[in-house]
């Protein structure tokens, strides 16, 4: 058996507790109603300035799906001309197949002037998250998600954005997004019916994890309006040759330890090969957990994935006091921030790291303290 964190962690009903006032939709409203009463509060004020849509750095294919799908609701439900923007480079080829296939263009959010922006829209994060960073200067208007904050507490004690919809239940924000286009009566063009279904597909493994009915519901009429020779390239996409020398890498580095296979591959060439392999690990039979850990520039990025049990305690412990992290059923992810770009530095992390992993894993089931290389099973 995997040994809980801690008694209080290990029960996922905590993570499951009610959010502050003014996070979520006051109970009987409509969030579409909701929202088109913020915006218009706000409209007046902004002037010229238009909305900026953001979301994490390196979104994935629900932060993809949900922001284009945000675009296309501001535009047609608000009369808005909103711009959307993200950090990182996208480099997992589903990901940069999802990109080129569906022409989905978004502005730098590094590159940003505040000044041209009235308010920012964020999906699939929310402010204080670790992998989202937010322009200086541009209120935070609306926030859409679907995953529990760190610390729900600390939010009792911030200024919340006016429009809060955190549906903590919801397996995509793209689905949530699919509601609101829904409400709207806005007919879905194929190109945003594509990207929904592939945000929604992704975060719900094709409906098998964490499904709402609001998330079949978005993956039935999103597919049915999709471009299915376009879905089809974008879940097999081809491979770039540096992917199998990644891949190498990481299966020669990664070592079983009974139920878990712990990855720990010094410097990654982008952060999400780390979810990627986290992810193939995960699949390997009686594989109960699986984490894996790389460092690009001076971030160490970690991911966590398991069969069931709530992921988020269990990187709550292995970071313990290193780094920011967040998740949501099975998935969780963090980041450390090294000092420097020293090699010495990055293997001490990862040192302290196996070593609270490894206390999740009762000995008996150990199998050695060194584990066991993939390549010798
Ligand atoms: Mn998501």
Not at 28 to 55: C, K, N, Y
Request: charged share 25%.
């Amino acid at each position: 058996m995997i040994r809980p964190p801690n008694p209080r962690e290990a029960d996922a009903s905590a993570h499951a507790g009610p959010l502050p006032p003014g996070v979520g939709i006051p109970s009987g409203v409509q969030p579409l109603a909701h929202l088109g009463e913020v915006v218009d509060s706000m409209r007046s004020a902004w002037g010229a300035r238009r909305p900026l849509i953001l979301t994490h750095r390196t979104p994935d294919p629900d932060a993809l799906g949900a922001m284009f799908g945000l675009d296309l609701l501001l535009r047609r439900a608000f009369g808005l001309e909103p711009e959307i923007a993200a950090a990182g480079r996208i480099a997992r080829a589903e990901n940069v197949a999802m990109l080129r296939e569906l022409e989905l263009a978004f502005t730098d959010a590094e590159r940003l002037d505040s000044a041209g922006y009235g308010g920012v829209f964020l999906v699939d994060t929310q402010p204080g998250f670790g992998h989202t960073t937010l322009p200086d200067g541009i209120p935070v208007v609306a926030v859409f998600d679907h995953h529990r904050p760190p610390d729900v507490e600390a939010l009792r004690e911030r200024d919340l954005p006016p429009h809060y919809d955190l549906r903590l239940e919801v397996g995509a924000t793209s689905a949530l997004m699919y509601g609101y286009l829904r409400d709207a009566a806005i007919e879905l063009d194929s190109r945003t019916a594509t990207a929904l279904c592939c945000g929604v597909r992704f975060d719900t493994l094709d409906l098998a994890i964490s499904a709402t009915p609001l998330d079949s519901e978005a993956f039935f009429e999103t597919f049915r309006r999709a471009d299915h020779q376009k879905l089809a390239r974008i879940q097999r996409p081809t491979l770039p040759a540096v992917y199998y020398r990644d891949l190498y890498r990481s299966l020669s580095r990664a070592r079983r330890y009974g139920p878990a296979v712990l990855g720990f591959l010094g410097r990654v060439s982008h952060p999400e090969s780390v979810a990627e392999m986290a992810d193939f690990f995960r699949r390997m039979e009686q594989c109960r957990w699986s984490l894996v850990g790389g460092a690009v520039g001076t971030t160490y990025h970690l991911s966590l994935r398991t069969d069931g049990n709530e992921a988020y305690p269990f990187l709550q412990h292995v970071l313990g006091s290193d780094g920011s992290f967040g998740g949501r059923g099975t998935v969780a992810g963090g980041q450390v921030q090294l000092a420097s770009d020293d090699w010495r530095e990055l293997s001490r992390l990862e040192r302290r790291l196996r070593g609270r992993a490894l206390e999740l894993i009762d000995p008996a089931e150990r199998t050695g303290a060194r584990g066991v290389r993939l390549t010798q099973m």
